[in-house]
């Protein structure tokens, strides 16, 4: 029988912590949901953008009421818990409801903090929380035109922007010298002030409330030096603190919030906490990061999967505030023994101040610019120790410029860079447009690598555009969407992820104005896969977004049976490999073994509840033959036995694949070593192929033997097996990294062609840096057929509906 869950809370990071369980164990638990308010679960860091008029309440929702039905779920919304019987394993809701658990999560978040002043109670005072704090202030705009919101942090000034936008009189009350002194230092909280009050909000700093005046409603707000502000509404903003009161009058643990261990459970046996309600080691967290990643261990641990716990995260803040874009992470003010890098161009409104201490970067903040944000936060975040090249690992590319992009670009020479991150110079692209006829940036972009990587340099690569061919000239504005459910491109898509540091799904299409929230067969796996090469460690892979052949591990075949083809490095095999397959076929009743084009041998009609136990019998890593990942590395005999080989083929091709194998990539990738240019391993029809020759290797790429038939180009000629392996891995990741999901490397050398890529592995410091990333990649992986076999919440995917019989019952 199922396990019955009961969720209270039916927030953020409670509901995430669901979605993640459902991924994970879909059959595994009975899932009950209590939620105080009466919406389903919604975004609630959105609504400041209601407030503001630029989205609706239904644009912030992030699991609609079909989502509970589709998944089975008991949900009560307007329902709150107010008793938890822990001997009896229920909870009851002030409704009446009483439901029974056997695993409770307590996600019960937070509440806004009211200061205790006289007056609070008055008509027309309210915090800035939910939806309905969201429809009071609406509806308030409508008759009255005072504001007055008590709070200079982020919340209050996204409560203070949208009420400008409903052409209210706004006032920002704040206790201290300047705004969002937990977020910004000083220089930059200055910045911000003066960009908002060009926007009509006013500031009253350093003022102590006394109380609140009027008689039933609210007419004033009257402060400790005898000052006085009219409004006719007041928003608190103050802060929040943890919502514990069911927790503690349950007998739980409380400090500041719920105290929890690493796995989040709580004192009480099958009760954990997560969320905003959750202290962990001492620490109540207010932002979603670290809210979601609790709610992933919490997941793996109901979920029996093994994982080290939840260790704590180091925070980092990057935002729009009213436009402008911030971005605070780790100690960010001058302390003892701190040295500081800082940039300020008060003309262009931008300000990136960076925080140094015993060789290692501890804090930044930027004001106006962000672009540098994930990098620095990176090393705050890693600890690396940069003692020797401070200046060089900081400042980077463009640190120091302004977002306008410096002076006229006509007024460029044509060897100054437009764009760093390749290299295209004014000239480079002045002479393609003239020479080619190029009349947009994406043209550009195919020609001359401009603006391929970051981005960042696309708007200047627009100016040299016009400039060139002058303003009544035609200029094509068109780029190829990624799907239907978006108007951006796959570098648009990429950029966002990086920048913005989204690390799921559901947050790209959410934060990106999907219009079908929840995606398309064509984005959901393409994001899926993005964001998995963006940041291999945070994104946690969605399974539910790949084809069936990737969340199976095995090829479907036309009969709903599927083919298993284990891993056989560069071809060759044992007599214990081969035994152990044929006996394997013989005991799953395999009704055909096949040898492939790539060298393995295919095991086909195996029936899906078979698998995990066919994969523990085989003892051997996955093939990948249903992957976009590296599938095959074909070898010849070479000189190891051949009289024409002139090298080892073999042992190239073994160490190729060991290095690659379980390499996810935008589409299936095959390799060849061939030992002598006779080439029998069919290397220059291979997405990366080597070829032997006297003296070293040549190394072609864009091969293709399927349907579109294509040559590879030869690329580079080297002499060792380690450039071998470091041109290889350069290219892999230069790949993974530019092309199209879905997109052959045959498609993507003659979309980008192949002198920029070559242009991108021209030096050893640009392949080096490739080549860590991958390596940072293959560092994470697993072998999937083990880990299934090794986990039986996995493993239960694929057990035999009733009335079918494994190969082990038949046995008995």
Request: proline share 3%; with cysteine.
């Amino acid at each position: 029988m199922k396990k019955r869950l009961v969720l209270i809370g039916n927030g953020m990071a409670g509901v995430w912590c669901v979605e993640h369980i459902l991924k994970l164990a879909p059959q595994q638990f009975e899932v009950t949901i209590f939620g105080s308010e009466p919406h389903p679960n919604y975004n609630r860091i959105l609504l400041s953008s209601v407030l503001a008029g630029d989205s609706s309440m239904k644009d912030i929702v992030l699991n609609d009421w079909d989502w509970y039905k589709d998944n089975h779920i008991h949900f009560h919304a307007g329902h709150t818990v107010t008793k938890i019987d822990k001997e009896r394993k229920t909870v009851t809701s002030d409704k009446g409801v009483q439901v029974e658990y056997d695993e409770l999560i307590l996600a019960t978040g937070s509440l806004p903090f009211m200061l205790p002043l006289p007056g609070a109670d008055k008509e027309g005072v309210i915090a800035f929380r939910d939806i309905k704090d969201c429809e009071t202030m609406i509806d308030t705009a409508k008759k009255y035109k005072k504001a007055v919101v008590i709070g200079g942090g982020l919340l209050g000034l996204e409560a203070a922007r949208g009420l400008l936008n409903l052409n209210m009189d706004v006032s920002v009350v704040h206790i201290y010298r300047h705004l969002m002194e937990r977020q910004l230092d000083e220089t930059a909280a200055r910045m911000l002030q003066s960009e908002l009050e060009s926007q009509g909000m006013k500031f009253l700093l350093e003022k102590q409330t006394e109380q609140l005046v009027g008689k039933k409603r609210v007419t004033g707000v009257k402060f400790k030096d005898g000052t006085l502000a009219e409004a006719d509404l007041v928003v608190m903003a103050v802060g929040i603190r943890p919502n514990v009161q069911l927790a503690k009058d349950s007998g739980i643990e409380v400090n500041r919030g719920i105290v929890v261990d690493d796995f989040l459970q709580t004192n009480i046996p099958n009760v954990y906490a997560v969320g905003e309600c959750a202290e962990h080691r001492g620490i109540a967290y207010g932002l979603v990061a670290p809210l979601y990643e609790q709610g992933d261990v919490l997941a793996k641990k109901l979920c029996g999967l093994d994982c080290e716990g939840y260790q704590g995260s180091v925070t980092s803040t990057k935002l729009k505030v009213s436009g402008v874009d911030v971005f605070s992470g780790g100690q960010y003010n001058d302390v003892p023994g701190s040295k500081s890098i800082k940039f300020q161009d008060e003309f262009s409104g931008i300000y990136k101040k960076i925080v140094i201490q015993n060789g290692k970067i501890v804090g930044a903040v930027m004001f106006g610019d962000t672009s540098d944000s994930s990098r620095i936060f990176k090393l705050i975040r890693t600890g690396e120790d940069i003692t020797g090249r401070e200046k060089e690992a900081v400042l980077g590319e463009g640190f120091g410029q302004s977002a306008s992009g410096g002076s006229s670009v006509a007024a460029m020479s044509d060897e100054e860079i437009i764009c760093g991150c390749n290299g295209v110079s004014k000239g480079t692209i002045v002479q393609a447009i003239k020479e080619k006829g190029l009349t947009s940036i994406e043209e550009i972009k195919a020609c001359t690598n401009a603006s391929r990587s970051c981005g960042g340099c696309k708007p200047l690569v627009g100016e040299v555009l016009k400039c060139t061919l002058g303003d009544d000239a035609e200029i094509t504005v068109g780029k190829e969407s990624i799907c239907g459910c978006t108007a951006l491109s796959r570098d648009e898509v990429v950029e966002a992820i990086r920048s913005m540091e989204l690390t799921t799904g559901k947050e790209v299409r959410n934060v990106l104005g999907w219009s079908h929230p929840e995606g398309c067969s064509k984005c959901r796996p393409a994001l899926n896969y993005y964001l998995g090469m963006v940041w291999p460690e945070e994104h946690a892979d969605e399974r539910e977004s790949r084809f069936v052949n990737e969340r199976n591990h095995a090829n479907i075949q036309h009969d709903g049976t599927y083919s298993v083809v284990p891993r056989i490095y560069g071809g060759v095999t044992s007599p214990q490999e081969l035994k152990r397959i044929a006996e394997v076929a013989e005991k799953y009743e395999v009704p055909m073994v096949k040898i492939t084009g790539g060298q393995r041998i295919d095991l086909l009609g195996v029936k899906k509840e078979d698998l995990p136990s066919m994969w523990e019998d085989l003892d051997m890593p996955s093939g990948y033959a249903y992957g976009k990942a590296l599938r095959t590395v074909k070898t010849c005999v070479g000189s190891t036995f051949c009289r024409f080989g002139t090298q080892d083929s073999i042992a190239m091709g073994i160490k190729l694949e060991k290095r690659f194998e379980r390499l996810n990539t935008p589409a299936k990738v095959k390799m060849a070593v061939s030992g002598c240019p006779r080439n029998c391993a069919e290397s220059v029809i291979k997405d990366f192929g080597v070829v032997a020759i006297d003296g070293g290797w040549e190394l072609y790429v864009g091969g293709n033997g399927g349907v579109k038939v294509r040559a590879g180009d030869l690329a580079w000629k080297v002499k060792t097996e380690e450039e071998v392996e470091e041109y290889s891995a350069a290219f892999l990741q230069y790949y993974r990294e530019h092309a199209k999901w879905n997109e052959r490397t045959s498609e993507w050398v003659e979309r980008v062609g192949l002198e920029s890529i070559k242009a991108a592995l021209d030096t050893e410091e640009k392949r080096q840096a490739l080549i860590e990333r991958i390596n940072k990649t293959l560092s994470l992986t697993k072998d999937p057929w083990k880990e299934i076999t090794q986990n039986q919440a996995l493993r239960s995917m694929f057990e035999a509906l009733p009335g079918q019989e494994t190969a082990a019952a038949r046995e008995q």
